[in-house]
């Protein structure tokens, strides 16, 4: 007896579950380097703002030994212009001091201005960009943003084809 010919869907099977495992091998590729380049973009996003923390702290120290300073010239004023009017003495270092100390007092107002905006414009180091293209990534995998897959013009997978759906923006 022969044996009957197989059937054409047989062979077909194996090479459907190939396509299907090298497609899924695929999207896991894809979604690890996506993965990484978001872990490389908030680093480099982390860095940055810890870098203008850094700057910050350091024009900050920088305002702290200006008012340090003015202070030490202006102690060291008062001790003149005490000597002054003691009995005895003709001369009148102490303004040289007491300028000294204005001048000092000024630069550290300003650097500690500059310092409060460096922090300010620093902190918290949160990696913004990182996170909305982690969210633009959640939002075409799950089909939009919430609500927006219900949208007239736009399905699971976006707006629609010709471009005019309601998740097309310009």
Known sequence: ??????SPRAPEQ????????????EVSERATVLVREE???AKAEVTEKARKLM????????AGVFVLSALVFALVGCAWLLYFYL?????AYFWGFFAM??????LGALAGVSAARAVKRASPPVPKM??????K??????????????????GPAGPSQDGAGAGVST
């Open 1 to 6: 007896m022969s044996t009957p010919p197989e």
């Open 14 to 25: 194996p090479e459907s579950t190939q396509n299907i495992a090298a497609a899924i091998a």
């Open 39 to 41: 872990v490389e973009l």
């Open 55 to 62: 700057r910050g702290a350091i024009v900050g120290a920088a």
């Open 87 to 91: 009995p005895g003495s003709a001369f």
């Open 101 to 106: 100390a204005v001048i000092l007092l000024l």
């Open 130 to 135: 990182a996170i909305e293209e982690a969210r």
């Open 137 to 154: 990534i959640r939002d075409t995998v799950s089909g939009g943003p919430e609500g927006a897959g219900t949208a007239a013009g736009a």
